[in-house]
């Protein structure tokens, strides 16, 4: 097998993106009688096929609806002929009930379309969020929940969004990225390319030690390409200068190779931080399912971040999908089932690819192999 280098965090660059402070938080608010919310982007699908689009879901911040206002969802073309706005056509929609109990404050809701629309993954298209045929109720208002990564400095031209006041559309690109996921009629889920759906409780908290249960907390994952990787990034540290650890490579239980981490060097006042490990360099092989753990080995406490994204259908608008998530276990025993809806923040850099050729000579150790360890 012969490779190429890389040099690439996997399973995906959204999970750096939660590295760097993404949240999910509101966004547009609907609080005029003619005010629209349009979230414009390319259509990615789990498996990169095309399909036919039945619903979409969405999250709200706020909802004020006493005065009995209901919301109308549609999908549009983008416009051609005028700048970050959809054409006005609704080509497929369905009007949200005032009583609606997913008509609500923090509340997911999912609006099934009265037709299907058929797309190509990539294909450039428009959600848009406004009032029902009745128009806006009372003082009525609703609010539209957006991810932030919290950097003015990295702002998103595509996907985007866009607000109309009744008269003009104007685009807002910047930190805000939408968080509309597409659900299809066969089952899969789709979202905006490059906007992952995360959920009001983006991040979750895990601090334990050698003494807790569980005491090691890994993400699984299958690989789907043969590659190498000689790093780990993860969100978290040590709460002590004591708390050293290991980072673990298994497949099912069998320990292919590991790290041990000095408490020293991950410790400090606040441990939401974003760390690199030096990994020896090992071969994944594809159609193989792995665990990347981290393991205390004091009964001073790690502490790991993962983010919570809400749902299932939710979790596959994420490379790798539903089979990629966290696991855990207590002094070695079995691996729990994997979270339906929380991912680790572990992700693997990954420095070579096979390029499928037939390449002699010996190389180094993959699935199946002996131990490799070492410590930084």
């Not at 709200?60 to 005028?82: E, M, P």
């Not at 298209?125 to 919290?150: C, E, H, M, P, Y």
């Not at 979790?315 to 994997?338: E, H, N, Q, V, Y």
């Amino acid at each position: 097998m012969a490779w190429s280098n890389t040099s690439f965090l996997w399973p995906n660059n959204q999970i750096l993106n939660q590295f760097l402070g993404c949240t999910n938080t509101a966004g547009y608010t609907l609080n005029g009688t003619t005010q629209r919310a349009a979230y414009m982007g390319h259509v990615w699908r789990e498996d990169g096929a095309g399909g036919d689009i039945t619903a979409a879901a969405l999250q709200f911040g706020t909802v004020v609806k006493a005065g009995g206002s209901g919301i109308r969802l549609s999908l549009q073309n983008v416009s051609t002929t005028a700048n970050q706005q959809p054409d006005g056509t609704l080509d497929q929609q369905v009007d949200i009930a005032n009583g609606n109990a997913n008509f609500a404050t923090n509340a997911w809701l999912t609006g099934t379309f009265g037709s299907a629309r058929t797309v190509s993954h990539g294909d450039l298209l428009a959600f848009v969020v406004q009032w029902d045929g009745a128009g806006r109720l009372g003082s009525d208002t609703v609010n539209i929940k957006s991810v932030s990564n919290l950097y003015t400095s990295m702002e998103v031209l595509r996907p985007t969004q866009a607000s109309y006041n009744g008269t003009t559309w104007t685009a807002s690109p910047g930190q805000l990225i939408p968080a509309i996921r597409f659900d299809f009629s066969d089952g899969a889920s789709g979202c905006f390319f490059g906007a992952p759906v995360f959920a009001t409780s983006v991040t979750q908290t895990y601090s334990y030690s050698s003494s807790s249960s569980p005491d090691e907390y890994a993400i699984e994952f299958p690989i789907a390409f043969d590659c190498k990787f000689n790093g780990v990034a993860f969100y978290g540290g040590c709460l002590s200068n004591s708390a050293d650890f290991d980072v673990c490579l298994y497949q099912g239980t069998t320990l292919l190779a590991s790290v041990s981490c000095d408490g020293n060097h991950f410790h400090t006042t606040y441990v939401n931080k974003l760390n690199y490990i030096h990994f020896p360099e090992t071969e994944l092989e594809a159609g193989t399912t792995y665990r990347i753990s981290f393991k205390p080995t004091t009964t001073n406490q790690i502490r790991l971040y993962a983010m919570d994204v809400g749902s299932a259908n939710n979790m596959k608008t994420f490379p790798a999908g539903t089979a990629c998530a966290l696991t855990s276990r207590t002094d070695a025993g079995s691996w729990a089932s994997i979270s339906t809806t929380i991912r680790p923040n572990i992700a693997l850099h990954i420095n070579k690819i096979s390029d499928g050729a037939s390449a002699g000579g010996g190389g180094i150790p993959r699935g199946g192999s002996s131990n490799l360890r070492s410590r930084i």
